[in-house]
């Protein structure tokens, strides 16, 4: 928009650039024209005047001729008069005509010629006329005087007719060149005048454009200047501007308002703003703006301000520096009042800490109870036996039942303590990550249950795993939970068979992956020929202390496929179960690819 | 003139024995009849310097020829274990009596009597004892140890190994570079 | 030389269990002599002490008051006079990871506390014996891990 705005107006400028030009050339043209024709008419003029001239001239010349040619006839001295008249009046004339013909020297010569000749006719009449009254016309000295004056008033004549012509043709061609100036210059005028129109109706639709789209924008940036407005009440910030080189600030009215303030009701000055800071604040806040000041540059800084009416506020400021169009570099500030969010996440962390403090107590619970119990019980049992072993003989067969009860009863115990031990260890938080072969795993587990496995004759086969980052004593109580489970609830017409399969998949493309937090998965299914169970059993099986079979026939504590959960669960996994009775269940976990 | 002397072996067997005992500056004590708790470690050397002295008196150490043949039946076992043809091709009991002249049921009895183990478990230590040290100086892998000790398969090593030692390959893997690792950051 | 008796040490605060222990070793066919301690400072003061008998096996119990097996393990490792002992935890249950890490602390055998007389003697005798071929054919110390 600026770009196209100063295009514009480069487009404005060249215009009138052009169009004084035009206009400059416009009247230099039509003085000069002016001055031209009026040259003209003047020349035009002169040229009548010699015309006129010559005629009085030649007709002169005829009055003198024809009086000495009355005095002749008459011998009357009447006639003489007007010759003499005439005479003084050829001299004038052509003191007129050696003026008038100063520019032009054709003419010049002429008129000296023509003047030579005049003499010799005036002398030529001087002759005749004298000696005409000693003799007769019939003298014939008179006649040849007479004729030769003839001859010479003819030259006479012919001369200044040519002078005349001469003169006409001059004056023709002097009233075309006239002419032709008073029509060009019109024209020349006219088209110049209507270039600078056409100029001026462009140079108008443009800036009748520019006016129309500053308009709009202004509008726009009305409209802007507004929604920010509301926008920082709404999000509770404020923006101010600091001109490095001039040292002047400019607040926003929210600026204000988040100081508890009026807008626009103090100066923006620094100084002013300072005595809303918190007392503890000042020191450092000022310290940050004198570097502001110095680096223009506001990195992120938090602070606290006091409102008239007491209330504490938290504001966070942040600045960035432009160069405006006088290359004074402005440093644009926004300020935002977090104090609900201070306090909203003063409120979280509270109540992590405490949920934190209650885990951390449940578990540390479980963990102790599960541990401390272990020494009692293990004590019982131990003199159970050394009862068994060496008092037997002196027990009844009631006593010896009774005491193979209480075995019973305390190895039941101890299943559900070292379960219950498993799953609060499974709960701890802090453990390691490492990229692991999750073949040796599986294999470690295969050991820890060599023994049923052997006496089962369960064929366990599995895919090669690649090495996945996980924290390998989970996955391998992971591998032994899902495996011991399997065995455990085996079919009884079947020898178990546990297939393990691996495969990476698409988070997007499996129904079981709710809400994945990576694209890719290790999909590892554990799928058995046992006793399988009703699949609309299939997520209550996970809950702890959950149990589909009676403790009788089968010997869980309900426990172990929780184990399984919160593991695959610290590893940021999806563990699902289905189930067909009498078929068998297959156990999919879905481990995350980093 | 005939003299008649009434003696007490025991005593004189008893006087000898100090005898030789204290001339081969040996530090000891009478435990019973034909019981001497020697308190300190006798080489090999100052041991068979004692039977020679003992010759003469025709005085046998009668428990250190048993422990001698013992010691012997661990020699030819570790021997066996870490022999590459032996332990592929050779049925230990076969072997064992031949190299030492004695039927197996004899050295099995005896192994039994002195070290409370059988030569079977003796073997078994011996070839996880060899498979410890693949594992921790040649950083061979499971199934080249397995196939170097003659086991039928890796599964066959781990669970002997885990029984024998209760602790599986890889974790015992784990554990050895955790210790190295612990004393390099001590002596730093 | 095979009459001569090994030296078992127990650190155990427990009297039930040094009862067992005890009892156990009185009817294990392997010569022994068996002291024990109700606390990991009354061992390490012993121990520390000139003339101490040093044991060939030590039976630390982990969860003693004033000072726990662990500590004890630690100090133990850090002596060179203590090199030879054989060192055994005697726990009543621990995490896989505490297990291993007792290992890299330096323990050579772990023994869970077993529920029953039978195997109590059945493992004590073994870790005696096995600990008695390591201590007699010269085998590397290094390798020597046991778990029960």
């Known amino acids: 928009m600026i770009r196209a705005l100063s295009n514009n107006i480069s487009f404005l400028r060249t215009t009138l650039y052009i169009s004084t030009f035009v206009i400059l050339v416009v009247g230099a043209l039509t003085y000069r024209s002016i001055v031209d024709a009026t040259n003209s008419s003047e020349m035009i003029t002169h040229t009548y005047k010699v015309n006129v001239e010559l005629e009085q001239l030649l007709s002169n010349l005829n009055d003198a001729e024809t009086g000495q040619r009355g005095y002749i006839i008459t011998k009357d001295s009447v006639f003489i008069g007007p010759y003499i008249e005439r005479r003084s009046k050829i001299n004038n004339s052509f003191a007129e005509l050696k003026v008038l013909t100063e520019d032009n020297p054709i003419l010049k010569e002429d008129l000296i010629e023509i003047n030579r000749l005049i003499n010799e006719r005036l002398l030529a009449f001087q002759t005749s006329y004298q000696s005409l009254p000693k003799g007769d016309i019939k003298d014939p000295n008179f006649i040849s005087n007479f004729r030769n004056g003839k001859v010479l008033m003819d030259s006479i004549k012919h001369k200044i007719r040519g002078a005349i012509q001469v003169q006409n043709n001059l004056l023709e061609q002097r009233q075309s060149k006239y002419k032709s100036d008073l029509i060009a210059t019109p024209l020349l005028l006219f088209s110049l005048l209507l270039c600078s129109l056409i100029l001026m109706y462009v140079a108008y639709n443009s800036i009748y454009d520019n006016i129309k789209k500053l308009k709009s924008k202004n509008e726009e940036l009305e409209i802007f200047k507004e929604s920010t407005n509301q926008s920082e009440i709404v999000s509770k910030h404020g923006t101010w501007t600091f001109n490095a080189r001039k040292n002047v600030y400019t607040y926003s009215d929210n600026l204000y308002r988040l100081l508890g303030e009026q807008p626009q009701s103090f100066e923006p000055t620094i100084e002013n703003f300072l005595k809303y800071v918190h007392p503890d604040d000042v020191e450092q806040l000022s310290k940050q703006v004198d570097q502001m000041r110095e680096n223009i540059e506001l990195p992120y800084i938090y602070y606290r301000v006091i409102h008239k009416n007491g209330n504490i506020k938290h504001l966070k400021a942040y600045g960035r520096s432009i160069v405006n169009d006088d290359d004074e570099i402005i440093l644009l500030g926004t300020t935002a009042d977090i104090t609900d969010e201070i306090m909203s996440f003063r409120a979280l962390e509270e109540r992590n800490m405490e949920l934190e403090r209650n885990n951390k107590e449940l578990s540390s619970f479980n963990y102790v109870a599960s541990h401390d119990l272990q020494e009692p019980l293990r004590k019982i049992q131990t003199f159970l036996s050394r009862l068994e072993d060496e008092e037997a003989e002196k027990l009844s067969p009631k006593g010896l039942k009774y005491i193979s009860r209480i075995q019973n009863a305390a190895s039941r115990m101890r299943l559900l303590i070292d379960d219950l031990l498993q799953f609060s260890r499974s709960n701890k938080a802090d453990k390691v990550f490492e990229d692991a072969n999750i073949n040796l795993l599986l294999e470690a587990a295969k050991q820890d249950l060599a023994e049923v496995i052997s006496a089962e004759n369960a064929i366990i086969t599995s895919d090669n795993f690649p090495s996945i980052n996980v924290i390998p004593f989970q996955i391998q109580q992971l591998f032994v939970n899902l495996l011991g489970n399997a065995i455990k609830y085996k079919a009884e017409e079947r020898t178990p068979k546990i297939e393990i399969t691996h495969q990476i998949v698409e988070a997007e493309k499996e129904e079981s992956i709710k809400k994945p937090k990576k694209s890719f998965y290790h999909k590892i299914v554990f799928t058995d020929n046992g006793i399988g169970f009703d699949n609309e059993y299939a997520d209550q099986i996970f809950v702890l202390f959950s149990r589909l079979h009676n403790k009788d026939q089968y010997s869980g504590t309900g426990i172990g496929l929780s184990i399984c959960k919160k593991i695959v669960e610290n590893h940021r996994g999806y563990i699902t179960a289905t189930g067909q009775l009498g078929v068998g269940a297959t156990f999919t976990i879905y481990l995350p690819i980093e | 003139m005939t003299l008649f002397f009434k003696f007490d072996f025991n005593s004189i067997c008893q006087i000898v024995l100090q005898q030789i005992l204290t001339d081969n500056n040996i530090k000891y004590k009478i435990v019973g009849f034909g019981e001497v708790e020697v308190l300190e470690k006798l080489s090999k050397d100052k041991l068979s310097q004692l039977q020679t002295a003992l010759d003469q008196y025709q005085i046998e150490i009668v428990e250190n020829q048993k422990s001698i043949l013992v010691q012997k039946i661990k020699d030819t076992i570790t021997d066996m274990v870490f022999n590459e043809d032996t332990i592929v091709n050779v049925k230990s009991s076969v072997y064992l009596a031949e190299a030492l002249g004695h039927s197996y049921g004899y050295l099995s009895n005896l192994f039994s009597e002195v070290t409370y183990t059988s030569i079977e478990n003796f073997i078994i230590l011996q070839k996880i004892e060899f498979a410890k040290q693949l594992i921790i100086k040649q950083n061979l892998s499971l199934t080249e140890i397995a196939f170097r000790l003659n086991y039928s398969s890796v599964a066959h090593l781990s669970t002997q190994f885990k029984n024998t030692t209760g602790i599986t390959p890889s974790a015992f893997q784990r554990i050895i570079a955790k210790r190295r690792e612990l004393n390099q950051q001590n002596t730093n | ?148």
């Open chain 3, 1 to 148: 030389m095979q009459e001569d008796y090994i030296n078992i040490t127990l650190a155990d605060d427990d009297e039930d269990d040094r009862l067992f222990f005890t009892d156990a070793f009185d009817e294990i066919k392997i010569t022994t002599r068996v002291s024990t301690f109700n606390d990991g400072v009354y061992l390490m003061d012993y121990l520390n002490s000139e003339d101490a008998l040093l044991p060939n096996v030590l039976f630390l119990d982990l969860n003693m008051p004033r000072k726990s097996g662990l500590e004890c393990l630690k100090e133990i490792k850090q002596n060179p006079k203590f090199k030879d002992i054989a060192i055994t935890i005697y726990s009543t249950s621990a995490s896989e990871e505490d297990i291993e890490n007792t290992f890299v602390q330096g323990a050579n055998i772990y023994i869970k506390k077993p529920s029953d007389f039978k195997t109590l003697k059945k493992v004590l005798s073994e870790v005696v014996t096995i600990n008695w071929q390591y201590h007699t054919n010269s085998m590397n110390k290094e390798n020597f891990l046991l778990r029960f």
